[in-house]
């Protein structure tokens, strides 16, 4: 049996639901335009450049990170699997090198589902396939303080 298939599917699966003061059109955009995404991927001390960004079924993302603080660099990529504007994005994510609780070559998924509240939108975020609990967790909190920054973004709109 392997690690992760060892853990209970709780532990590998991450969900983050944030309410957005934007229209889900707004938010949509801050998915798949990479001028957007650069200034709000990630937690404050992490500076995002969206190096590669084909927004259609099979199309790929890569993104380079680089920690402000420490000058260490990451890069994550992966497919699109699927896209429906504006409600809902699927593709996978998987770090180029090994990185804090990640290995290179580990693939999860990333499902973005957007819902319409008047003039404010809900996002749910549930990433999944996690091998490790404490990769789960690190990303929690990666997703939760980009989320920040994407409501700072929205709002100077």
Request: aromatic residues 8%; glycine residues 6%; negative net charge.
């Amino acid at each position: 049996m392997s690690e992760a298939a060892a853990i209970p599917e709780s532990d590998r699966t991450l969900v983050v639901t944030r309410i957005f003061d934007a229209p889900r059109e707004d938010v949509f955009a801050a998915w798949v335009d990479p001028e957007q995404m650069s200034r709000w991927m990630g937690p404050r001390h992490i500076a995002s450049e969206v190096d590669r960004m084909d927004v259609r079924p099979g199309g790929a993302y890569r993104i380079k990170m680089r920690d402000i603080n420490t000058g260490e660099t990451y890069a994550v990529g992966g497919i699109y699997r699927e896209i429906v504007f504006p409600e809902r994005l699927v593709f996978t994510w998987a770090w180029e090198e090994d990185a804090i609780q990640h290995k290179r070559g580990e693939v999860t998924e990333v499902a973005v589902a957007l819902r319409a509240l008047g003039d404010k939108t809900e996002l749910t975020l549930r990433h999944t396939a996690f091998p490790r609990r404490a990769m789960r967790d690190n990303h929690a909190m990666g997703w939760n303080a980009g989320f920040d920054r994407l409501a700072e973004l929205l709002s100077r709109r």
